[in-house]
Each structure stands twice: as C-alpha cells, then as structure tokens.
Nanobody
Framework: VQLQASGGGLVQAGGSLRLSCAASGRTFSSYVMGWFRQAPGKEREFAAT???????DYADSVKGRFTISRDNAKNTIYLQMNSLKPEDTAVYYC????????????????????WGQGTQVTVSS
C-alpha cells in the first residue's frame, strides 16, 4: 500500500483545511486508517482514526473540530479540520494498518504498517 497525503497549507486561526490521503492497492477497505501529526521537537501523536466498518476515534485535542472520513470507492481518506488553532501546526501523516484491532492500539503509531509522506499544516495566530 502506498499513501499520498495532500491538502496542507497556511491558514489563520479559526480557519479550515481538508486533508486527503489517497491509497494504492485493492484491499484499501480492509485497512484501519489514521491521521497522526508531529510538531517540531515533539513526538508523533495520534489525531484520528477510522476503522474498516467506519468506527471513529479522535484525540481529545481535536474532538469536535476535526472529522475523519473515508471513501472506499476512491481509496481515499479525509481529515476535515475546522476551528484551527496555532497548536494544530504540525506535519500531518496518514497511516494504514491491517491488524489494528483495538481502540488503544489504533492510537499507537507503531501499530500501523504503511505511512504517507506527510503534509505541512501551519496555523497562524
């Protein structure tokens, strides 16, 4: 599986962005998909995940502002980000995992098998 993330950019606080992650491969619908982010000098952290049955999970820091979705016909996942804050500034990575079965494991980046190249999101104050 190859993942290609896009949609990042510079936005003012309070603004919105939508990230996309296009995946290759015919088994896309079988994968748990996630969005993680990494700010300078910090570890990569969980943002959101969507399971193969559409089950959702969000980090507390983004809950109510971000929405993850998937379109299996297009082999693509999305992250709609609203009410952006300067602390959301980071490189955002999409990831795919085949055997990530529990909510706790889906928050762990080491459980994912494939990663996209990342897209920069910068939120100015």
């Amino acid at each position: 599986v190859q993942l290609q993330a896009s949609g990042g950019g510079l936005v003012q606080a309070g603004g919105s962005l939508r990230l996309s992650c296009a995946a290759s491969g015919r088994t896309f619908s079988s994968y748990v998909m996630g969005w993680f982010r990494q700010a300078p000098g910090k570890e990569r952290e969980f943002a959101a995940t969507i399971g193969w049955r559409g089950e959702l999970d969000y980090a507390d820091s983004v809950k109510g502002r971000f929405t993850i979705s998937r379109d299996n016909a297009k082999n693509t996942i999305y992250l709609q980000m609203n009410s952006l804050k300067p602390e959301d500034t980071a490189v955002y990575y999409c990831a795919a995992g085949l055997s990530v079965h529990t909510y706790s494991s889906r928050r762990d980046p080491s459980e994912y098998d494939y990663w996209g190249q990342g897209t920069q999101v910068t939120v100015s104050s």
